[in-house]
């Protein structure tokens, strides 16, 4: 096969006129200046908001294909937004600076813990995701999974205060909602007991209500599945069915323990 057919071939495979990868990290990009106008005390918001506007408006021109939406009228409304964001951000970062002691400052939590990093671009995602901005608040939330391990899809509910504690592995899912003053663990998946296309306009992931605490590794799926308020939910725990307020949910493995003297 002569170059000439190669290339041909390859072209007739390149079915996505709109599949422009550029869009990753303009999205990025993007990501990174809001992120920093909003906490760098260095990077002054009143300098960057234009900048902003001009990547908001490259991503529109990018992401935005269907010729009946004008996605670069939402940049004013999601100015607008900013300063509630930046509220809900700063009650996240003083609950896990209250909840973890090893957290030694307020500063450490904005500059080193990832399941802050990871709230703050879910966040920063979420308001893009009501107002309907086609692909680029997945691509802001799988940026911030890339970077910490932590998936929150940008359709989440997540209510003021929330705590995510050494984030590795953490899964959040698009209809899951979680109130006020949660917390959770690394490991934690807030899933669907099922995946099909045909579900995708319905509630499939989990209810979290105010106050609860959620040890590492523990799973817990379903739509109609609701974690009561102040309840704990143990490590390792397996949740398919709802927990009434103020339960405690373990789970109880088998530990066998060989010394020498017990082989003998």
């Not at 995602?125 to 929150?152: C, N, S, W």
């Not at 102040?230 to 949740?239: E, F, P, R, T, V």
Request: some cysteine; charged content about 25%; overall charge negative.
């Amino acid at each position: 096969m002569d170059t000439r057919t190669i290339i041909d071939k390859i072209k007739q495979n390149k079915k996505q006129p709109n599949l422009r990868f550029r869009l990753k990290k303009e999205t990025e990009a993007f990501t990174d200046l809001l992120f920093l106008s909003l906490f760098d005390i260095e990077t002054p918001i009143e300098k960057n908001l234009p900048r902003l506007q001009e990547k908001f408006d490259l991503l529109a021109d990018l992401a935005c294909w269907d010729p009946e939406r004008a996605c670069s009228s939402i940049w004013e409304d999601y100015m607008k937004t900013l300063p509630g964001i930046l509220e809900k951000l700063n009650l996240d970062a003083r609950a896990i600076a209250d909840c973890d002691p090893a957290s030694l400052s307020i500063e450490e939590v904005y500059l080193a813990y990832p399941g802050f990093y990871a709230i703050a671009i879910y966040r920063l995602a979420h308001e893009l995701y009501k107002k309907k901005f086609p692909l680029v608040p997945r691509l802001m939330t799988e940026y911030a999974h890339r970077q910490t391990g932590v998936d929150i899809n940008p359709g989440a509910h997540i209510g003021k205060s929330f705590f995510i504690d050494h984030a590795t592995g953490v899964v959040i899912g698009e209809t899951a909602v979680i109130h006020d003053h949660v917390k959770i663990y690394q490991g934690v998946t807030l899933g669907a007991l099922y995946v099909a296309k045909n579900l995708s306009d319905t509630k499939r992931h989990p209810t979290i209500e105010n106050n609860v605490t959620i040890y590492a590794n523990a799973t817990i799926l379903g739509g109609e599945t609701v974690i009561g308020a102040n309840s704990i939910i143990g490590g390792n725990a397996w949740l398919t069915s709802s927990v009434p307020p103020n339960s405690k949910v373990y789970h109880n493995p088998e530990i066998e323990i060989r010394t020498h003297q017990n082989d003998k």
